[in-house]
């Protein structure tokens, strides 16, 4: 996920034996949670839950911050 210019967030997965990860039985969870996660993040920059400090390098969040989705 691509967060801004300085920054780029990587997820996790496995060796694709597809040509389309969605099709692929090795990667295809990892890649629907990498995307249910960039969507989060992105909602979460957003509605300012999460913030970029001044420099546009680091995040800060409050305490409290759960990263929280529907199963």
Do not use: P
């Amino acid at each position: 996920m691509k967060a801004n210019e300085r920054v780029v967030f990587l997820f996790n997965g496995d060796v694709k034996t597809a040509v389309k990860a969605q099709e692929c039985s090795n990667v295809k969870s990892h890649f629907k949670l990498a995307n249910k996660l960039t969507k989060l993040l992105t909602e979460s920059f957003g509605s300012g839950e999460i913030r970029w400090t001044n420099s546009y390098s680091e995040i800060e969040v409050d305490d409290d911050f759960l990263l929280e989705w529907d199963s």
